[in-house]
């Protein structure tokens, strides 16, 4: 399973491009790569060689093996041979004083006699310094791998070649494995010391980058989370990923169905068999007592406190550090630093292949020694060690005592918001229990109630009410008075986003008052009124909420705000808030503010976690700010609180739709769309979509934006508040950026049916996608464009205008359509001071967004100011055709241009980009745009990165590459970029980096 593209790495790249750049100056050097077995040396190696081939470069190539006994000059040898293979001979001339000791390590360039030449390490590198700079080639590349195995000779050599190659043609590039004493590593220090060589030291991947590679090698665009689990052991080694995979694969535990790849969990694979090997060698070289002391501290785990071994292993202390010395000079082990005690296996699968390697019932009795001793050592078993004892308790097969752990570990990773923990660590309590042949049936119920508390507070209804009605069920038949724990069931169930589930939460929450009755438990009762209290607000029913959410407020301030009492004050405070919210933010804040402090002093995290996101939205509705929604964004990613994390990508994705960043856009309401599908919300998944969508459609991309919405009317057909969105805001823009202003009337008017429909559809819509937590979103900006279109086409503004207001869409960016819809309709009726103040507030309502919405608009309402003598239609006309022309939006600014000439105004020449157009260029017919899109090839960039910069579509893009492609008459885009590039004779080290990028990605199809 190798990987087909280079992960990462640019940053090294760079700096290999620029010493191979050097050496085609003659400013030649010598390169050190250096970094763990397996982190991909050898992989950029290749990318240098491949990036000199294409130069011309003369490249020869040799390494060093593992051996008992070196032998001199391998590496050399092999590569000399390398050379005379492809016919290389030693010039005359330049080279006959060293022909002789050449002949002596080449067959084919041997001469009679040549035996007796004098051979050194000085020789050999003049030799090898003469021939890399043979006339003829534009520089010369040699390579040497594996350096840490070399022959001194060879290592001789390398430090006769790195002290002269300053001035030279030449590019000495070498690896190396710097995590063991070597006679490598030490020329390497003492090169390096004396800057006669560069290091460049190869680290480890990061988790992106890993989940980015497994991708690549699997040839998917999306990773599986199974499959990430599988790559836990990697530690950012591109050789362990790959070797995972490659073992999963053969093992069928990562198996390639019809819709991609997933994981068989009844197969378990283990440490990849090549990586096993080298540990177990190392292993085997350990002392019997070394060997015992490091088996214990592979038990603990993968980072370890070496206090625990001497009762673990069952040796003394000094036993124990002397094996700890052992494996450590052996690369098994490393200290981790600050930190005086604790150790940790160099990487996740030494010590899972040790732990393999164990026999069932060795592993059994060392881990209950460990758990024995964790716990005498950390009593209460705090932070980690509560999960650790638990694992090793499971791996000594005292099954029960493990899962009442890691129920206990689940409870307090809940207070602490970290449900995505919580949840995993209750499952893996619940699996346990299961496998035990159920002997504890009131653990495992205790377990699964916490879970659904989880589930609950993370918002996956889907899941939730699947695992409450069999609980319920099977708590009558364990506990004779289950009404109380039922009931608390039952509210969880409501609580899990009533504002997608209204019904269920309905059908719960009544359940949960009967079991309540008769009970006179004032927790119940509190609880109850606060999850109604939520219910109502979600159902638009306001009165009815506030009163709830005081009432249950008041009885959890008469008990003292702790326990399930600030709970429930936390919950009432938030359905106080979001009421307040509609119409006095600063009441709404005071309210959050409060609940997030009795949230943080309680540690109820989640809450705290809601809250923060509460204020963070208070801020976005205030000012625009999206920093704090950011932020907590990445805490409720980072913490599992899906639901919140997706109303975050939501509410963001929606915001930056109507910037210029639409890329950010696309990518969060994608992120959306998956967290969406994960909880089961199909309302969260269509507007997810319809971003999406719009962005499309925004981009010029008619097909793409039709699909889509398509996509999203499949999933909830015949909602109203989907089709007013779908074809009064997508279809809309859709044929307006296409300048296509008569299909956008007739779809603004089918859609106004849709948007009447919404409005008089019971309270909807007030929970997390309401008017007043994302004003312009879904349908909310239909209103805003029909306002806009009935101006355009002589229709009833004032009415479309009213509609708005009575949505509560007379907001935000909607206020700038409905402002120049009303400056038609008073420059109609003659007030034409009015009518231009009005197109000013038009434009300053849209200023802090894209700037084509104010050039839409003003295309729009154009025609009116003209006839009716109002506001600058030749100025806004003007300005518009150039800005659509920047933005490729070709259409719109051909009408602009239109509307300008009908008015009898002079047009700007079309096609006009920003670069100056050079004779020969001009003599093949390119425009200035192309040429503009000519330059940023030659420079390497993709053509989505081009778009961006020019602000243009990707369609577009390509539709100028295609041209010149075809007036340059290349053969097809690659080609095109290496004629560009010599055209530009760009050889910044950024733009050649680039470009090689590029040259990648064109030759493996993906631009
Ligand atoms: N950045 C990367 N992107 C994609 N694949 C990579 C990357 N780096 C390494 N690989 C792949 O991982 C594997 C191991 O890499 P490589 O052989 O370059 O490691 P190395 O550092 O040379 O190791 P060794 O010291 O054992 O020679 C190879 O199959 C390689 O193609
Ligand atoms: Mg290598």
């Not at 560069?198 to 992106?208: E, G, K, Q, S």
């Not at 929604?629 to 990508?649: F, T």
């Not at 290496?978 to 733009?991: K, L, V, Y």
Request: hydrophobic residues 45%.
């Amino acid at each position: 399973m190798l990987c087909p593209v280079l992960i990462g790495r640019s940053a090294e790249v760079r700096a290999l491009t620029d010493e191979l750049d050097g050496a085609g100056r003659s400013d030649g050097g010598t390169v050190l790569l250096t970094g763990d077995a397996g982190v991909g040396k050898s992989r950029l190696v290749r990318e240098v060689i491949a990036d000199a081939a294409a130069r011309g470069c003369l490249i020869l190539t040799g390494r060093a093996t593992e051996s008992a006994v070196p032998v001199p000059f391998r590496p050399i040898s092999e590569a000399l041979m390398g050379a005379a293979r492809s016919g290389i001979v030693p010039d005359a001339r330049s080279t006959s004083d060293y022909r002789a000791a050449l002949g002596t390590l080449v067959p084919e360039w041997s001469h009679p006699g040549d035996g007796d030449a004098e051979v050194s390490a000085v020789i050999i590198g003049e030799a090898l310094l003469r021939m890399l700079s043979l006339p003829g080639w534009p520089a010369g590349l040699l390579v040497l791998e594996d350096l840490h195995w070399a022959d001194p000779e060879t290592l001789a050599i390398v430090e006769y070649l790195a002290d002269n190659v300053a001035d030279s043609r030449i590019l000495v590039l070498a690896t190396l494995r710097d995590a063991e004493p070597s006679a490598g590593l030490k020329l390497l220090r003492s090169l390096t010391a004396r800057r006669a060589a560069m290091r460049v030291h190869v680290r480890r991947l990061a988790p992106r980058a890993v989940t980015q590679m497994a991708a690549a090698c699997l040839n998917v665009t999306e990773v599986p989370r199974a499959v990430t689990r599988l790559l836990a052991d990697c530690d950012g080694l591109p050789f362990a990923v790959e070797e995972i995979l490659a073992a999963a694969v053969s093992s069928g535990e990562l198996v390639r169905g019809t819709v991609g790849w997933h994981v068989n969990n009844d197969v378990v694979t283990g440490v990849p068999s090549s990586i096993a090997g080298s540990v177990r060698n190392r292993i085997a070289g350990l002392g019997r007592q070394a060997r015992n002391v490091i088996v214990s501290a592979a038990v603990l785990g993968r980072q370890f406190d070496w206090a625990l071994l001497p009762s673990v292993a069952d040796v003394g202390e000094s036993e124990a550090l002397e094996a700890l010395h052992e494996a450590h000079d052996v690369q098994l082990i490393e200290p981790v630093s600050a930190d005086g005690g604790t150790f940790r296996f160099r990487h996740s699968l030494t010590r899972a292949a040790i732990v393999s390697d164990l026999l069932p019932p060795e592993l059994a009795s060392r881990s209950a020694r460990a758990a024995e001793a964790i716990e005498a050592a950390h009593p209460g078993l705090p932070d980690v060690w509560c999960e650790l004892v638990a694992e090793l308790r499971a791996a000594s097969g005292q099954t029960v005592g493990a899962a009442r752990l890691l129920l206990t570990a689940g409870r307090r990773a809940l207070r602490q918001g970290a449900l995505a923990s919580a949840i995993a660590v209750l499952r893996d309590a619940h699996k346990l229990l299961a496998n035990a042949g159920n002997a504890e049936p009131a653990l495992a119920m205790h377990v699964e109630e916490v879970l659904a508390e989880a589930l609950a507070l993370s918002g996956d209804y889907q899941q939730l009410s699947l695992l409450a009605e069999d609980l319920i069920a099977r708590l009558n038949a364990i506990d004779p008075n289950p009404r109380r724990r039922q009931a608390l069931i039952r509210i969880r169930a409501a609580s899990a986003r009533p504002e997608d589930n209204a019904d269920a939460a309905a059908a719960h929450l009544s359940a949960a008052t009967e079991l309540a009755h008769g009970l006179d438990d004032l927790e119940l009762a509190s609880r109850i009124d606060a999850v109604g209290a939520r219910s109502a607000l979600a159902g638009g029913e306001l009165d009815q909420a506030a009163q709830l959410a005081h009432r249950s407020l008041a009885s959890a301030e008469a008990v003292g705000l702790s326990g399930w009492a600030a709970e429930v004050a936390v919950e009432s405070l938030d359905v106080i808030g979001r009421r307040e919210r509609m119409r006095d933010l600063g009441a709404a804040r005071a309210a959050f503010e409060r609940a997030h402090k009795l949230a943080d002093k309680q540690a109820l995290g989640v809450w705290r976690i809601r809250m923060l996101h509460e204020l963070a939205t208070l801020d976005m509705l205030t000012d625009g700010a999206t920093g704090a929604l950011m932020e907590v964004s990445e805490l409720a990613h980072e913490s599992g609180v899906l639901s919140i994390a997706s109303v975050i990508d939501l509410q963001l994705a929606n915001l930056w739709s109507l910037g210029t960043d639409l890329d950010r856009a696309l990518v969060t309401a994608q992120r959306c769309e998956r967290g969406a599908a994960q909880l089961g919300s199909s309302r969260m998944d269509v507007m997810a979509i319809c971003l999406q969508a719009l962005v499309a459609a925004i981009q010029g991309d008619c097909r793409g934006a039709e699909s889509q919405a398509e996509r999203a009317e499949a999933i909830m057909p015949d909602d109203a508040e989907v089709l007013a969105t779908t074809i009064g805001q997508i279809r809309v823009l859709a044929a307006l950026f296409r300048d296509d202003v008569d299909r956008a009337v007739s779809y603004s008017r089918a859609a106004r049916v849709y948007l009447d429909k919404a409005l008089g559809a019971p309270g909807r819509g007030r929970g997390f996608y309401s008017p007043s937590q994302a004003p312009v979103i879904a349908r909310g900006r239909s209103y805003g464009l029909h306002a806009l279109l009935q101006a355009a086409s002589d229709g009833d503004i004032s009415g479309a205008v009213a509609l708005a207001e009575t949505a509560g869409a007379a907001v935000s960016w909607n206020r700038g359509c409905l402002a120049y819809a009303e400056a038609v309709l008073e420059g109609k009726s003659g007030k034409t001071e009015r009518a231009t103040a009005l197109a000013d507030e038009g434009y300053a309502w849209f200023a802090p967004f894209a700037p084509w919405w104010n050039r839409l608009a003003r295309r729009l309402v154009a025609p009116a100011a003209l006839r009716d003598g109002w506001g600058e239609p030749v100025a806004w006309l003007r300005d518009a055709a150039a800005g659509f022309e920047g933005t490729g939006h070709d259409r719109l600014a051909a009408a602009c241009r239109g509307l300008l000439r009908k008015a009898g105004e002079r047009v700007p020449r079309s096609g006009r980009g920003q670069a100056q157009v050079p004779p020969q260029m001009r003599r093949l017919g390119v425009t200035s745009r192309e040429m503009d899109v000519y330059l940023l090839v030659a420079q390497g960039y993709s053509n989505a990165d081009i778009a961006a910069r020019l602000f243009i579509s990707p369609k577009t893009v390509e539709t100028h590459v295609a041209n010149l492609v075809a007036k340059t008459g290349q053969a097809g885009r690659r080609e095109l970029v290496a004629h560009a590039a010599r055209f530009a004779g760009s050889r910044s080290p950024e733009a050649r980096t680039r470009l090689t990028q590029v040259l990648e990605c064109v030759s493996s199809g993906c631009a």
